[in-house]
Nanobody, 123 residues
Framework: QERLVESGGGLVQAGGSLRLSCEVFGRTFSKDTMGWFRQAPGKAREIVAGITWNGRSAYYPDSVKGRFTISRDNAKNTVYLQIDSLRPEDAAVYYC????????????????WGRGTQVTVSS
């Protein structure tokens, strides 16, 4: 059974950093393009980073480019998201998923999401 477990969130001052982790169970992780999404209250879930199966290529929307870094360890079935220079607008619940893309948009390939990890930013 596929399962995603996100961790690493917390309360951080603006300008600070966090490293999020997502461990994947029940899936051939090493073949998946993986992505991190976030959802703030009252807003739609949005992609914030994507990484190819071999880690050689990454995608970031302009809103986080230069501050977010996605990486993965296929031996540990884990994908990471390093968040630097945190801003109040980064506050959200962060989720990971196996993803697909049509070149313009990114979407989850899975039927369900993990619980996510909460990131709170104090100004």
């Amino acid at each position: 059974q596929e399962r995603l477990v996100e961790s690493g969130g917390g309360l951080v001052q603006a300008g600070g950093s966090l490293r999020l982790s997502c461990e994947v169970f029940g899936r051939t992780f090493s073949k998946d393009t993986m992505g991190w999404f976030r959802q703030a209250p009252g807003k739609a879930r949005e992609i914030v980073a994507g990484i190819t199966w071999n880690g050689r290529s990454a995608y970031y929307p302009d809103s986080v480019k230069g501050r977010f870094t996605i990486s993965r360890d296929n031996a540990k079935n884990t994908v990471y998201l390093q968040i630097d220079s945190l801003r109040p607008e980064d506050a959200a619940v962060y989720y990971c998923s196996a993803v697909g893309t049509d070149g313009r948009s990114w979407y989850s390939l899975l039927d369900c999401w993990g619980r996510g990890t909460q990131v709170t930013v104090s100004s």
